[in-house]
């Protein structure tokens, strides 16, 4: 069955970087497009950045872009996302996605970004 499992969140200050990563698992990895989901409390889950299956074509939301840099190791079934400059408003669960046939999520990583 599809895993996906998220790690590398936590509390950073205003301005500093944090590193996510999704291990995947159950699908074959490199034929998806993955992406990174984020929902901050109160508000709709929403799509912070998208990578295609060979790591080419990449797009971000407006908010993160300049700011995060979504990537991919198809060897190791694992995606990333190197989130630099973070601003308060990036706080929120970031989640790992992928459509095969319906939405999979992962449990999430808690962002939190506060001096």
């Known amino acids: 069955q599809v895993q996906l499992v998220e790690s590398g969140g936590g509390l950073v200050q205003p301005g500093g970087s944090l590193r996510l990563s999704c291990a995947a698992s159950g699908f074959t990895f490199s034929s998806y497009v993955m992406s990174w989901y984020r929902q901050a409390p109160g508000k709709e889950r929403e799509l912070v950045a998208r990578i295609g299956s060979a790591g080419g074509s990449t797009n971000y939301a407006d908010a993160v872009k300049g700011r995060f840099t979504i990537s991919r190791d198809n060897a190791k079934s694992t995606v990333y996302l190197q989130m630099n400059s973070l601003k308060p408003e990036d706080t929120a669960v970031y989640y790992c996605?992928?459509?095969?046939?319906?939405?999979?999520w992962g449990q999430g990583t808690q962002v939190t970004v506060s001096s």
């Open positions: 996605n992928i459509w095969w046939g319906r939405d999979y």
